[in-house]
């Protein structure tokens, strides 16, 4: 036997089969969904998809922890917005080059969304990212969270609120979606 052979044996346990054929079944979808969620926060087709991939190397470590959990896509997508918040603070905005005046505005709405995210309680960017940017429903948002959905929708307006304070009373739910 060859040694990568052997070596991939190893890996992938004794009987030769995958780890976990459903991870591999689920990656491509999850992986999508997690890099959108990154590039509404990032703006950055590059930087999202790093972000997409450690949202699953993240998952791929949890996986038989997570795999059967009725949230496991508001788990992956969480994740994916949690990491996408904490690079957009590492970030340096870098210089526009091309069409600066649609592209100022589009940097410096997604900069206001971070910060506005930002400021809020945990559940509530939990569940503004969940609803809005990973396109949960309020049901589906409750399930990933852990919560009745009246919690959820409870979370959702306090986050909505507290986003309006931040950003202006003009504020709406579709800026979002950017």
């Known amino acids: ?16 089969d995958s780890l976990d054929d459903s991870f591999e079944a689920a990656y491509r979808e999850l992986f999508t969904r997690a890099a959108k969620v990154a590039y509404r926060l990032l ?15 993240r998952a791929y470590a949890h996986w ?12 992956v997508l ?18 526009l080059v091309q069409d600066p005046l649609d592209g100022t505005e589009a ?11 930002q400021s809020l309680p945990r559940r509530q960017r939990q569940a503004v990212v969940l609803r809005y940017l990973s396109g949960l429903r309020e049901d589906e948002v409750a399930v990933a969270l852990g919560v009745s959905a009246g919690t959820a929708s409870t979370h959702l307006r306090r986050g ?3 986003m309006r304070i931040r950003l ?5 739910e579709d800026a979002l979606v950017i």
Do not use: C, H
Request: glycine share 8%; charged share 30%.
């Open 107 to 117: 940097a410096t709405l997604r900069l206001a969304l971070i910060g506005a995210l």
């Open 168 to 172: 202006g009373k003009d504020f709406r």
């Open 78 to 95: 969480r994740v994916a917005s949690n990491l996408a918040i904490d690079a957009s603070r590492r970030r340096v905005p870098a210089p």
């Open 64 to 75: 038989p922890k997570i795999q059967s959990l009725p949230y496991r896509d508001g788990w």
């Open 1 to 16: 036997m060859a040694r990568a052979e052997r070596i991939d044996k190893v890996a992938l346990g004794s009987s030769g």
């Open 43 to 57: 703006g950055d087709s590059s930087a999202a998809e790093d972000v997409a991939a450690e949202a699953m190397a």
């Open 160 to 162: 909505l609120d507290g």
